[in-house]
């Protein structure tokens, strides 16, 4: 292995791998916490045993523990009562399907990878990222706590109905109170079994887990005992009668005989029934209408399975509030139902029933799928077992409810079936009449149940609450990550606690039922819609051991939840779905930032692949056009960022749209400075976040920085998102550089720019500009409009005006006319002009005159050419360099001083040659090689002169060509005779360039020194590469006096249109 010694220091041996990986170990949710308060025993510590649970004890039961509950014992029977055996088959079918499409989907999930103890919501929050995990977790947390107000419900109905009705608190006097007096009893007896609950949890949960087999065993002592009572009525059906009053179905919890008399020692005596719908218990009392009208039947509740009784109960019954049960195949004579019968001792309904209603209610019975899930750090292969575990699960109960319905609608009359409470069996459970050998084993058994199944809640969902604490992505929940030293979630208990009192404080079963529904049935669907996106993504790491899943069947088990919530409750549905998006954008705001390798990150990528295609297809049209920006942001020798306010300018330019590249240029090999490079993007992604500036950092090491700018530009960006507008700020210090690389490098910039049609930023003096936190008070943004750019002046400052900082600013445009310009006429044009353009701001003319070219401007231009000299033939060092050129500046003001004494005319002699040459001047400074004439001028450059573009003139053109022409010719005999001694040797070029950005420097000092931001056209570099030096001359000339200026260039293409 000597070939690979030096990746071995770094990497692992294979055999090194594997070893780790086999000696891995699932440990269950809460043992690691446990094994860390071990570690305080020392020597005391306890070996923490490998899991060993298989399929059927680990996933199979438990799963059938949690499916199998309270609706089964308290709600099947009226449901099929009501809805039909037809119906009922629909609903069961309906949510079986749901859940079986779900556990696909999530067998999938399970078996792609190892499966961390945490469950369903490590399995959505890996799959759909932190976002999706973080709001699915919360919703099934909530669905969970929910689960456990409705078994403690449960519980307490079957306790305060069934088993002990005397210890109620609440006892109601008449009938038309019985339900507010259920209530309160259940909101109190409720309280009470949740608060010994939570201790029973707190205390230990170890008790809970030992309890889980006894709770097991009486479901399946339940369930099996209904199937044994419903085979023994084929031989010998119960006996359950059920008293008729007509065709009314009777409460007979106040009277034994179902008869209005009886015979006593030959004497017609009235029964306790007669009393109740008479005024006394005399023969000639006064009676209610129907009841004198009507006989008193008695029939079998339970006929059995070889009646006909399937037929009856085949199709729905649904009511209103109110509506008395009765028998339509009984004879009923007199008037019909009155608003006063319900208070009599009638069955009547206690909620208004209809389909969607039922679909809700039963929902909760087939919840639970995911125990197995939950479990998965107990067991031995949790790949194999929760696959065929969950699955077997659900076919099991499925049979059973399927099965259950069918032997319900043929054994029990319709009238026992739609009586919710038994009332008419003498207050006996319903489903307990069919069981054999008593009643109470179902009474029994469902107590039991559903106590252990709040339980199991109540010791789930704190668990829950801590994993996504723990994971960090919901800040204001790390408090519910802590516990007791073993890790016993305590403070996520009692949030659990104070949740389920709100379930409890509802108090009806039937109300609960749809809360909970909603939220198991979201954490479905994203469970199926996390399994189809994987699939259809084709994910490198999806590859699931579980084979039999398609992405149609988890796009149709996520339609079919999707469906079911809107079909149980489409108020709750709505409410569920605001409850998941709000945790949703809350923790995409302000949570953790999490790389789980999920899918929708994949989504996102080929969301992003498509969209850069058909960006590359076309370029944008000029409607669509905005500021694509490359920003070239310095950093300082520990990588600190130079100029962040260079960040705060790209914000306040981009307000988050478009592309914003920000990119740095390292000198150096990459090899070498790779440390460097990785902390200097840090340190720009930290300024980045600190300025709110939305973009992608490029870090670049380049031999030069020369290269390094060069490659940025031609290479920064992806297909059709790649960079159109370069931002820089202005090399401040170019002059007391140590070598002329600063300034060279800035000029290189502005000729590739051009020559990449990319328009061009330059902030002067961008540390004074403002923050993001500033809000700028009443001002004016200042455009100085010399040359027609594509209307890059134009849209700016609209732009910049969209953000706060500058939203106060007002926007005004001055244009420069000269001697044959007619000002009002171009102040008309310009106004109209942005009346097109929908954009509102303050117009103003300024006209630039001939004057004679001033001996400041000699002097200025006599200073930059002798310092240029000097530092070409020069070596020396920068203190020798700037002693030299500030003796060369003294001795050239002494001089022009004595001769502006001894010839104080000779300056006006100059008078007419200035004043054929300044309008040559002035356009050759500020000319624009960036529209679409650029290539040509290029191709032409030793052809004629350059083109120029001036502001609204049309003939401008051909007036600079004959102009141009005339000077070329005079001008060598007008120099002869009007330069001074000391100025003979100027480049009159210069001296012209000179002239013209001390004359507009004065004019935009003069109009603009106190605005907010001055943006300028910016001039070109020259085309002869020995007048660089010369070039930053002019610009600083020209921006002399001036606080915050944005030179602008433009790309080459209009940007701004007047159509829409």
């Not at 919530?565 to 998941?580: D, G, N, R």
């Amino acid at each position: 292995m000597a070939l690979f010694e030096d990746e071995i220091e770094i990497n692992p041996m294979v055999s090194s791998l594997l070893n780790k990986l086999a000696n891995y170990t699932n440990l269950t949710q809460g043992a690691q916490e446990h094994e860390e308060a071990d570690n305080d025993e020392g020597p005391k510590k306890k070996e923490v045993k490998s899991p060993q649970m298989g399929t059927f004890m680990g996933v199979y039961l438990p799963c059938l523990q949690n499916i199998l509950g309270v609706i089964l014992f308290l709600r099947l029977t009226w449901i099929v009562g009501t809805a039909g055996i037809l119906e009922s088959l629909a609903i069961v079918l309906l949510c079986c399907s749901c859940t079986m499409l779900t556990a696909i989907s999530m067998s999938a999930i399970a078996t792609n990878g190892v499966v961390p103890a945490g469950g369903s919501y490590y399995m959505i929050s890996r799959s759909l990222g932190p976002e999706f995990g973080g709001a699915v977790g919360l919703c099934f947390y909530l669905g969970t706590t929910f689960a456990g107000s409705m078994y403690i419900l449960g519980t307490i109905e079957i306790l305060l109905t069934y088993i002990v009705p005397k210890a109620a608190i609440f006892v109601a006097e008449k009938k038309e109170d019985e339900v507010n007096a259920l209530l309160n009893n259940m909101r109190v007896y409720g309280t009470c079994c949740l608060a010994l609950m939570s201790v029973v949890v707190f205390v230990g949960v170890k008790y809970v887990n030992k309890l889980a087999l006894v709770f097991l065993a009486c479901v399946i002592l339940s369930i099996l005992s209904i199937y044994a009572g419903v085979i023994k009525t084929i031989f010998e059906p119960p006996d359950f009668p059920v008293c008729m009053l007509g065709n009314r179905t009777l409460q007979n919890n106040n009277f034994d005989t179902c008869l209005k008399t009886k015979i006593i020692d030959n004497l017609t005596v009235t029964t306790k029934l007669w009393r109740l719908f008479c005024d006394g218990p005399e023969l000639n009392a006064t009676c209610n209408e129907y009841f004198v009208l009507n006989n008193v039947t008695e029939m079998q509740g339970i006929p059995g399975l070889t009646s006909k009784v399937i037929s009856e109960n085949m199709w729905s019954v649904y009511g209103p509030l109110g509506k008395l049960v009765d028998d339509k195949k009984l004879e009923s004579v007199g008037v019909g139902a009155s608003a006063q019968d319900k208070y009599l001792p009638y069955v009547v309904n206690d909620i208004t029933t209809f389909f969607t209603l039922l679909v809700g209610i039963y929902f909760p019975s087939v919840t639970g799928i995911m125990a197995g899930s939950n479990r998965s750090g107990d067991l031995r292969d949790a790949q194999k077992s929760i696959p065929i575990g969950t699955i077997l699960a659900i076919a099991t109960t499925s049979f059973i409810y399927v099965t259950c319905v069918i032997l319900f609608g043929a054994s029990i009359e319709g009238v026992l079936l739609r009586d919710k409470f038994g009332d008419s069996v003498k207050g006996n459970l319903v489903i307990g009449t069919l069981s054999w050998p008593s009643p109470w084993v179902i009474v029994i058994g469902s107590f039991f149940s559903c106590c252990g199944a709040g339980l199991q809640s109540l010791t789930g969902a704190p668990r829950l609450l801590q994993a996504i604490a723990r994971d960090g992505i919901v800040p204001f929940l790390q408090v519910f990550g802590h516990g007791k030293a073993n890790g016993e979630p305590t403070w996520a208990l009692l949030l659990t606690a104070g949740i389920c009192e709100i379930g409890i404080l509802i108090a009806s079963l039937d109300a609960v039922a749809p809360i909970l529904s909603m939220f198991f049935l979201m954490c479905y669907l994203f469970v199926n819609l996390a399994c189809a996106l994987q699939t259809l993504l084709r994910t490198p790491n999806w590859r699931p051991r579980f084979k039999f899943y398609h992405w149609a069947l988890s796009f149709l088990g996520m339609s079919l939840c999707l469906a079911l919530m809107f079909i149980c409750s489409w108020y709750y549905a709505i409410v569920a779905m605001a409850i998941a998006t709000c945790i949703y954008k809350y923790i995409e705001y302000r949570g953790a930032e999490k790389e789980w390798g999920d899918g929708i990150r994949g989504l996102s990528l080929n969301a992003a692949r498509y969209a850069l295609i058909r960006l590359e297809e076309a370029p944008p049209h000029t409607k669509n056009w905005r500021p694509q920006l490359l920003v070239l942001l310095n950093v300082d020798s520990d990588q600190g960022v130079k100029h962040p306010r260079l960040l705060s300018l790209t914000t306040q330019l981009k307000a988050g749209k478009g592309l914003t590249i920000v990119g740095n240029v390292l000198e150096g090999t990459y090899l070498t400075k790779d440390t460097e490079a990785r902390k200097a993007e840090q340190n720009i992604k930290s300024a980045m976040s600190e300025e709110r500036t939305k973009g992608f950092c490029h870090v670049v090491v380049s031999s030069n920085l020369r290269d390094g700018v060069s490659h940025l530009i031609q290479s920064a960006g992806l297909g059709g998102m790649k960079h159109n507008t370069i931002l820089m700020a202005w090399p401040g210090t170019w002059r007391q550089a140590n070598d002329p690389q600063s300034w060279k490098n800035f000029i290189e910039t502005v000729r590739e720019s051009t020559a990449a049609h990319h328009a061009l930023l330059v902030a002067k003096n961008v540390d004074s500009f403002p923050t993001n936190l500033e809000r700028l008070g009443e001002g004016t943004i200042d455009v100085w409009w010399v040359v027609h750019d594509g209307g890059m002046l134009m849209l700016l400052p609209f732009l910049l005006r969209q953000h706060k900082v500058w939203r106060k600013c007002k926007m005004r445009i001055f244009t420069v006319a000269q001697m044959d310009d007619n000002s009002i006429q171009m102040k008309k044009d310009l106004q109209m002009f942005l009346y097109h353009l929908r954009l509102n701001a303050e117009v103003e003319v300024v006209e630039m005159h001939d004057n004679d070219i001033s001996a400041f401007t000699y002097e200025k231009t006599l200073v930059m050419e002798q310092r240029s000299q000097m530092l070409k033939q020069m070596q020396l060092s920068r203190t020798e360099r700037e002693r030299e050129i500030q003796s060369i500046t003294d001795e050239s003001r002494n001089s022009i001083r004595r001769k502006n004494q001894g010839a104080p005319s000779t300056t006006r002699s100059r008078s007419t040659s200035a004043a054929e040459d300044t309008q040559e001047d002035e356009a050759q400074l500020i000319h624009d090689r960036n529209t679409a004439s650029h290539a040509a001028i290029n191709d032409k450059a030793e052809v004629g002169p350059d083109r120029v573009h001036m502001t609204w003139t049309k003939d401008k053109l051909f007036l600079e060509r004959n102009r141009n022409r005339e000077c070329n010719a005079n001008v060598a005999v007008r120099d002869l005779f009007n330069m001074k001694p000391e100025w003979e040797s100027l480049n009159q070029s210069n001296v012209r360039r000179m002239h013209t950005a001390v004359k507009l420097n004065e004019i935009v000092v003069n109009k603009s020194q106190g605005a907010q931001l001055v943006l300028l056209n910016m001039p070109g570099p020259p085309r002869n590469r020995g007048g660089d030096e010369n070039y930053m001359e002019f610009l600083e000339v020209l921006l002399e006096g001036l606080n915050r200026v944005l030179l602008v260039r433009g790309g080459g293409r209009e940007v701004i249109t007047i159509y829409s």
